[in-house]
């Protein structure tokens, strides 16, 4: 059975940075797309970033262009979401989740995926 753990969520200072990991397992190949979403409360759930695994390929949102960036450590089977440049809007629990392929794009639309994380707090203070 696949699954995903998400961990790195903290507090953090507007401006500083933190770097969110998801841990894959049970997937049957390496051929999957990842997405991160967040969601604020009293907000919907908001697709911020995802990656093709069949071929690097990846996105994000406008919001957080320049600022974050998405990456893969494929021997320890993680995805990472590195964030820079933190502020008060970012303030969202965090998740990763997964759709498994091959996919040569990928997409943050959240009905485009199957296998969901639990959700890591991010909270940005200003």
Do not use: H
Not at 55 to 69: A, E, L, N, P, Q
Not at 90 to 102: N, R
């Amino acid at each position: 059975e696949a699954q995903l753990v998400e961990s790195g969520g903290a507090l953090v200072q507007a401006g500083g940075s933190l770097r969110l990991s998801c841990a894959t397992s049970g997937f049957t190949n390496g051929e999957y797309a990842i997405g991160w979403f967040r969601q604020a409360p009293g907000k919907e759930r908001e697709g911020v970033s995802c990656l093709s695994m069949t071929d690097g390929s990846t996105y994000y949102t406008d919001s957080v262009k320049g600022r974050f960036t998405i990456s893969t450590d494929n021997a320890n089977k993680t995805v990472y979401l590195e964030m820079n440049n933190l502020n008060a809007d970012d303030t969202a629990i965090y998740y990763c989740a997964a759709a498994e392929g091959p996919y040569y794009y990928c997409s943050v639309s959240d009905r485009w995926y199957d296998v969901w994380g639990q959700g890591t707090q991010v909270t940005v203070s200003s």
